[in-house]
Each structure stands twice: as structure tokens, then as C-alpha cells.
């Protein structure tokens, strides 16, 4: 596939694996635009032309995608990033732009692992034991104010932007980006005290390490599921994104898509 090809894809990213997508579809000189959410104030830069912020909903996106004439959507968020999912379903489908979704394998226990699964953010809150912990939580920062309630907790963050303000009473900030290695976490942990770890299912090589730190320190983990997300095409390998782009350029041939 070259430039000369009429695709026009929408990558919607965040992740470790989007990043990886935005090289493969620059490398293969694909016409693409990478987007990011805008959580982050230093994103990491793309080998793309790049959007940051929200397009307004299912029907901005529509909007979006027949203006900018969007032929694909390649959606590489977060697992936990619901909301933007499951809007470029709906929106993919009311534009007719065929869509697919980048899903990488969730975390599965190993021997050794103590871990406690639980449906969302307040069942998290909920299994936290009744005596004072010390608690790592790595679920980002947009879900924080439910551990509020249990200010008995002493908790630790680690964050990619330092935080405006904190809704927990007794918390400290680790400024740092990922990927982190099962060493470094090994130490953080013991150098905090941690008695708990609590984070999302979100499967990947970049975050996986504070899981094994906690295996090797036979800490407890409360570890979220994945919400529920409409059906979808799916890959788990840049490559089967790249044939997929392929196929469809094969299919349609070049024939124009109205828009």
C-alpha cells in the first residue's frame, strides 16, 4: 500500500500498541491521522499529523469522519476507554467507514499471583481491606474520588502529569512514564510500604511489571475487568492491521467511498 492509495485512516490512540500502529502506517506511507484523547499534557510525539481532544460524541465523530474523509478507523485506545469505543462503533456504522479495533490480550494469574478480580472502580473500593493499608493505585487519575471514602488508606499514584489537586487525603505522586521494568517496580513498592495493588485489566508489556513486582512480594492485588464494548472487528498484531488496510484496499479497488 502507498500513497498513492485513496485510504484515509483515523487512528484513534493512547497506547503503547497505537504508537507502534502510527510507525507501521507511516513506515508503509499510508495517509493516516493519529488522534489523542488530550489527558496528557505532553503526549508522546507521532510519526503522524496528530488531533488532540474529543470530537463531540457519536454524531461529531460522524461529523468528523465524513469531513475529513475518513476511509478506516482504526480505534488502538485504552481497554478501558468505554465511552470512545463505543461511540466509533456508532459512528463508524452510521458513516459506513469500516472499523477496527486493536485488542491486546488481558493479564491472566499466574502461580504465585494473589489477585482479586472485581467488576469496576467502586468494587475496588469496596475490597480494600477494613484496617488501615497501603494502597497503589494504578488506575490513572480520573477515577480517584470513590477511594475518598476510605481516607483510613494511605495511598500512592503514579502519574504521567503531576495532578492540580487530589480529592484523597493521604496520598503521594510518582511522576513517570512507561514502560517500567519489574526491578524498578520491585523497588518502588518496597520503598512505599505497599500492601495492596489495585489497577485496571489492561493487558500490555508497558504496565505488566507491577504485577509481577507484587507476585515477587506476595502483595495483594485487586485488579478491575474490562468493561463490556459493542461487537467489533478485531486484531491483536500490527501486522493483521496492516492486511486488514490490504484487504479492504484490495476489495474496494479504487473506487471512490461517498461521503
Known sequence: MTSASRERILLLGGTTEASELAQALANAHIDAIFSYAGRTLSPVAQPLPTRV????????????????????????????????SANAVQACTAAGVPLLAFERAAWQAQAGDNWQYVADIEAAVAALPAEPARVFLAIGKQHLL????????????????????????????????GPFTVDGDVALLQAHGITHVVAKNAGGSG??????????????????NRPSLPARNTATTTAQVIAWLAQHQAVTGSTERGV
Open 53 to 84: 481532544g474529543g470530537f463531540g460524541g457519536v454524531a461529531g465523530l460522524q461529523a468528523w469522519l465524513q469531513a475529513n474523509c475518513i476511509t478506516h478507523v482504526i480505534d488502538a485506545t485504552h481497554p478501558f476507554a468505554a465511552q470512545m
Open 146 to 177: 470513590p477511594f475518598a471514602r476510605c481516607p483510613e488508606h494511605a495511598y500512592l499514584l503514579r502519574l504521567v502529569d503531576a495532578p492540580l489537586d487530589l480529592p484523597l487525603r493521604s496520598a503521594q505522586v510518582v511522576i513517570a512514564r
Open 207 to 224: 504496565a505488566q511489571a507491577k504485577l509481577e513486582a507484587a507476585r515477587a512480594l506476595g502483595l495483594r492485588v485487586i485488579l478491575i
